[in-house]
């Protein structure tokens, strides 16, 4: 059976799995601009920790789970066992893949993808904007894909558009300003080659 704190905001339109437990001060579907009638969906055994906000229109999987006030735009498919640290921030229309886990203080923006098993270390910093404030910015953004079981160290700032291949690994503080093939490791700013995973 779920539990949800009295001080908890659940919109209409929202659907709870089993044994969700939603603490203090959350707010679930919360309304956005230009909402219809999109539904709010959370799987299974989710934890939603106290202070978050997930905004209306998201499919979160089962056993997701989120640290203090992560911040959860609309429109966002997330799959199961996802984690997102506290004070993490994830704009609209990302899809992340089952297993992902996301550290506290992380910004996710719009049209980036996570896939299945990656892990984005604290405080990383993923972009969308080549141009930002030009004219026609918003029409032009591309969110960076982070491949399959990649790994983003502390700190690291992806540029637009940048794919991080499978099993890559980022070193804490790099600007990755370029594509980084699978099983690749590099670290600097910008980010060079330093060598590859063998396994």
Known sequence: MSKIA??????????????????????IGAPFSGQTDEETVIGDHAVIRSHTVIYGGCHIGNYF?????ANIRELNLI????????????????VIEDGVRIHSQAFIPEFSRLNKG?????NVALTNARYPCSPDVKKNLTGPVIEESAKIGANVTILPGVVVGKNALIGAGSVVVNDVPSFHVVAGNPARYLRKIHY
């Open 6 to 27: 009295p001080t908890a905001v659940v919109y209409p339109g929202v659907r709870l799995g089993a044994d969700v437990i939603v603490e203090d001060f959350c707010v």
């Open 65 to 69: 789970q989120t640290g203090n006030k």
């Open 79 to 94: 799959g199961d066992h996802v984690s997102i640290g506290t004070m993490a921030v994830l704009e609209h229309h990302i």
């Open 118 to 122: 990656c892990w984005i270390g604290p």
